[in-house]
């Protein structure tokens, strides 16, 4: 009886050293196989963008001036980011207005004469970047960019008079290097004109395209 619990004994120890031998084994393969991944660091480089708040600089765009025709318009805007989303900007403009489809169908005398043809306008715009993003060239070419409402009051020369104006609308800046900027305006320019012997509000729609210097 003693020789057979001894027999029982002795097989279950060596099923025991067997067992522990094939999982030591076994960590020692899981071990082996553990990878140690070489990553290759990308180097990144941040946007070298002037951390001046001021910006200024030309524009040239179209103006519809209201029946007078669309007609090139030009000025300068100076800009001041208060904050990283709202800005000031002032700008003033200069365009020059054509004849009205009146003055051409009816074969009458000029409605305006010489420089009361002329039409400047000066603003004072409060201005809110809403969308600041990117904008990608390829693969390997990112610029920040932002699209921001605008508007404002100012006052606007034409017809022999000044007017009240009040203006507003929305533009996309691209950011082209560390020191300029790529800004496309569209804005509308409001204000009571008295042509034809009836004040009316007119509309006086603006596209520009402007490039700008930070310093």
């Not at 067997?18 to 082996?32: C, E, F």
């Not at 004040?199 to 210097?213: M, Q, Y």
């Amino acid at each position: 009886m003693e020789t057979r619990f001894l027999g029982i004994l002795l097989v279950l120890t060596g099923l025991l050293a067997g067992s522990a031998t094939a999982w030591g084994q076994g960590a020692g393969r899981a071990a082996d196989q553990v990878i140690d991944p070489s990553v290759e660091r990308r180097e990144i480089r941040r946007a070298d963008i002037d951390s001046e708040n001021f910006e200024v600089g030309p524009y040239v765009g179209m103006l519809s001036i209201e029946d007078f025709g669309v007609n090139t318009v030009v000025g300068i805007k100076a800009i001041f980011h208060v904050t990283e989303d709202i800005f000031t900007e002032a700008n003033i403009g200069f365009s020059r207005a054509g004849t009205t489809s009146y003055e051409r169908l009816s074969g009458s005398s000029p409605l305006l004469n010489g420089s009361d043809r002329d039409y400047r306008y000066w603003n004072i715009n409060l201005g809110l970047n809403v969308l600041p993003g990117e904008a990608f060239l390829g693969s390997n070419k990112a610029f920040n960019s932002s699209f921001y409402l605008i508007g404002g009051l100012g006052s606007t020369e034409f017809a022999g008079d000044k007017h009240f104006t009040v203006n507003g609308g929305f533009g996309y800046q691209l950011i082209m290097t560390d020191a300029f900027a790529l800004r496309i305006d569209v804005r509308d320019h409001l204000f009571e004109l008295d042509v034809l012997g009836s004040k009316e509000l007119t509309n006086n729609f603006e596209g520009t395209i402007a490039v700008t210097w930070f310093f």
